[in-house]
């Protein structure tokens, strides 16, 4: 088998670190080595940007935040996505990735699309996922279930809700090769069970 490369998107709270693990636990039972990441993070350098940018205490402007979220994206595919799929076998399993970008940066703050998808390349050396889960969920939902942790709002998570308004309708919107939407306001169990099968027939070559 050739390495793998999904993605699992979608607003904030949707519930992609839970399903992120839950998808890694039932790969590893079926017997796939499987890599688990986080975008922005992943090394370092890449944590240290993803810091920068989620502290709220800075502010950055639009341009900025991009390049500290594609810096931390080029640290990330050249030390360790990369490698992993060039060894072929590995399943690599990422909460958001490059559609992220284009749901917040582009939809949301309202960067322009192509110059923005060109700089995305550039850090990607254009590698991209093989398959998308977007989690679809209303964007009051999510921020409901996010202020039930109890955890302080990060500087994204403290923007006002039309952001987050233009964010969730592009992950809504978002479609092409690979891309699959999920109904993320199922219990947590069963939006395993619905990507398992998406998953387990894209690992089967099914589909
Ligand atoms: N960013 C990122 C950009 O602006 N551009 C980019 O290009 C990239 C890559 C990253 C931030 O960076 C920005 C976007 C983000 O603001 P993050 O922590 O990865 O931050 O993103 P968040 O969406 O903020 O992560 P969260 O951890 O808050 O949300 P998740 O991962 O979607 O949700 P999860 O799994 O942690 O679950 C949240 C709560 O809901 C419960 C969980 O138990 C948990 O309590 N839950 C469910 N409850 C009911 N039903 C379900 N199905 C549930 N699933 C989980």
Redesign the pocket.
């Known amino acids: 088998m050739q390495g793998l490369f999904v993605v699992v998107e979608?607003?904030?709270?949707?519930?992609?670190?839970?399903?992120?693990e839950g998808l890694a636990g039932r790969l590893r039972e079926a017997g796939h080595r499987v890599l688990e990441v986080?975008?922005?993070g992943g090394t370092e350098t890449a944590e240290a940007a993803?810091a920068l940018?989620?502290d709220p205490d800075k502010q950055w402007s639009p341009a900025a935040?991009l390049f500290l979220?594609l810096a931390a994206?080029a640290e990330l595919v050249q030390q360790v996505i990369g490698p992993h799929l060039d060894e072929g076998g590995w399943v690599v399993l990422s909460?958001?990735?490059?559609l992220?970008?284009e749901?917040?940066?582009i939809a949301?703050r309202g960067l322009p699309r192509e110059e923005v998808l060109a700089a995305n390349r550039l850090a990607t050396g254009g590698l991209g996922p093989d398959l998308t889960l977007v989690?679809d969920i209303p964007p009051e939902i999510?921020r409901e279930?996010?202020g039930?942790?109890g955890?302080s709002p990060?500087r994204?998570?403290q923007e006002d809700a039309a952001l987050h308004d233009r964010v969730a309708r592009a992950f809504r919107e978002a479609g092409g090769p690979g891309v699959v939407h999920l109904d993320?306001?199922?219990?947590?169990e069963?939006?395993e069970s619905d990507a398992w099968e998406v998953l387990s027939a894209r690992l089967d070559g099914t589909q």
């Open positions: 979608g607003p904030e709270g949707a519930g992609k670190t839970t399903l992120v986080r975008e922005p993803r940018v989620l935040e979220i994206r909460d958001r990735f490059e992220s970008t749901a917040y940066q949301g989690l999510g279930r996010q039930a942790q955890k990060d994204m998570e993320a306001t199922v219990p947590a069963r939006l």
